[in-house]
């Protein structure tokens, strides 16, 4: 999994700065094939506990590239067991 946190600012209604961070989950998964895979992928992700925006860059027979924004860390074994009952396989950063 790989990180990294940008910072949004919102202004407020009275013309004040509130500064909302957010973070980055960057998946590496194996095994996807279509928009099938997409959505089950998608659906599983995004019922993990603080996930917002998940999108998929879908490389059939390959390696796909999920991203899961969220305003903290994503818990590590709820990443794998929501790719792994959506019915692929999470592919580790290094290899």
Do not use: Q, W
Request: with cysteine; aromatic share 2%.
């Amino acid at each position: 999994m790989v990180l990294s946190a940008g910072v949004f600012v919102h202004r407020g209604t009275k013309g004040t700065v509130n500064l909302m961070s957010t973070v980055t989950t960057t998946l590496r998964v194996s095994g996807m094939t279509c928009a099938h895979c997409v959505n089950s992928v998608t659906a599983e992700v995004g019922r993990i506990n603080g996930a917002g925006a998940v999108d998929v860059h879908l490389v059939p027979g390959g390696v796909s590239v999920v991203t899961v924004s969220s305003a903290a860390p994503l818990d590590d074994a709820a990443v794998a067991a929501a790719i792994d009952e959506a019915g692929y396989e999470l592919v580790p950063a290094n290899s």
